[in-house]
């Protein structure tokens, strides 16, 4: 059963076309991010949301905002995508307790033309 | 500075070998480190999940280990199947005092398993 879910799996933009990734979760953890990883590369935490209160990775681009309007769902927007901004997105929870485990969801590929 | 560095880079077996893959950190202080399979394409997956008490942790043909002291782990993989070829990551967790301890990524090991 899939646990963190996102929508669409590959997305196509054009350069500055603003464009909405979307993830939902039936865990019902409190903790969500969101993360770009680039080829080979490690994912890069962009912001996360702890139930309602966001926080922003300083070195996080201001073309890139957050929703958060329930504990299920979370949106990505980037503003005027770039083609630097093409990467794969993964959104994430995060269980309570000790563990702090994340779940990711199996990721939004974004291609800018 | 918190680093997590793997080794190898890549790395290419064939089909029924055995192989093991290393990550050395240097995050403090240390909460756990998570190995996650990450196939081309798809998001990570956990394998394993280890604190600092823990030495060793199985899951199938994966085998964790820890060393706190010496801050390493490894990853080793029995009897390879052609379904193994993924990049292997792991993550460590550092301990701090609100509930959301930072994650530190390596950048992987793409493994390769040939028939």
């Known amino acids: 059963d899939a646990m963190v879910i996102q929508n669409p799996r590959y997305q196509v933009t054009q350069f500055g076309k603003p464009v909405t990734l979307s993830c939902s979760q039936t865990?019902?953890?409190?903790?969500m991010y969101w993360y770009q990883q680039k080829s080979s590369q490690a994912p890069k935490l962009l912001f996360h949301?702890?139930?309602?209160?966001?926080?922003n990775e300083a070195d996080t681009p201001d073309n890139f905002q957050s929703r958060r309007p329930n504990t299920s769902f979370c949106f990505l927007d980037i503003r005027s995508p770039g083609l630097g901004d093409a990467a794969m997105y993964l959104c994430a929870t995060m269980a309570g307790g000790l563990s702090r485990e994340q779940f990711f969801g199996p990721g939004t590929r974004l291609t800018v033309l | 500075k918190n680093q997590v560095e793997q080794s190898p880079q890549s790395l290419i077996i064939l089909e029924g070998k055995n192989c093991t893959l290393q990550c050395n950190y240097t995050v403090s202080p240390f909460s756990n480190l998570r190995w996650y399979k990450q196939d081309t394409g798809r998001g990570p997956v956990s394998l394993t999940i280890m604190t600092f008490s823990e030495n060793t942790k199985s899951n199938g043909r994966y085998t964790a280990t820890l060393d706190a002291d010496t801050k390493q782990s490894s990853l080793h993989i029995t009897a390879s199947q052609l379904s193994d070829s993924a990049s292997y990551i792991c993550v460590v967790s550092k301990k701090e005092g609100s509930t959301l301890g930072r994650l530190y990524f390596g950048r992987g090991t793409q493994l390769t398993v040939w028939p």
């Open positions: 949301y702890y139930d309602k209160d966001f926080n």
């Open positions: 865990l019902n953890h409190n903790v």
